[in-house]
């Protein structure tokens, strides 16, 4: 399963930020160093990832997010509409079920390894314009 000290170690090795470097960058919150055996709920794998994407690569956030309303769980957790509407519509993490992103389930390790590849990839997208 993944888990809280597996994906600070996965983010540590692609982008060079530490625990404490997350957390003061607000990438990381309280919560997520709680427990870090715990499993992640996808919901706040997608609020770490967008906070990856905004504070240490200098990706923008989408401006219209209306796309991402075809997501039936979208408003399922309010504060996490906008860090699941960046990481789907930039297709760093995908749906579950058709139309369902399924925010409280766990991320699994292939999810979280496509993720930061996908922020690697609009990363070196973004430096090479």
């Known amino acids: ?5 597996l994906l ?3 983010i540590h090795c692609s982008f060079g930020i530490s625990l ?3 957390k003061a960058m607000c990438i990381y919150d309280a919560q997520d160093c709680l427990d870090e055996n715990a499993g992640i709920e996808r919901r706040h794998a997608a609020r770490i990832f967008h906070m990856v ?3 240490a690569c200098d990706i923008s ?3 219209d997010i209306s796309q991402a309303g075809e997501l039936l769980d979208l408003y399922d957790c ?3 509409v906008n860090h699941i509407a960046q990481v789907y519509l930039r297709g760093i993490m ?3 079920l058709e139309r369902i992103f399924d ?20 990363k070196s997208d973004v430096l090479s314009i």
């Open 1 to 5: 399963m993944m888990n809280y000290k």
């Open 8 to 10: 600070f170690d996965k």
């Open 20 to 22: 404490d470097e997350g």
């Open 53 to 55: 994407m905004s504070k």
């Open 61 to 63: 956030d989408i401006d």
């Open 78 to 80: 309010r504060v996490c």
């Open 94 to 96: 995908k749906a579950r």
């Open 103 to 122: 925010g409280r389930a766990f991320i699994t390790a292939e999810e979280v390894e496509c993720a930061i590849d996908g922020i690697v990839k609009i």
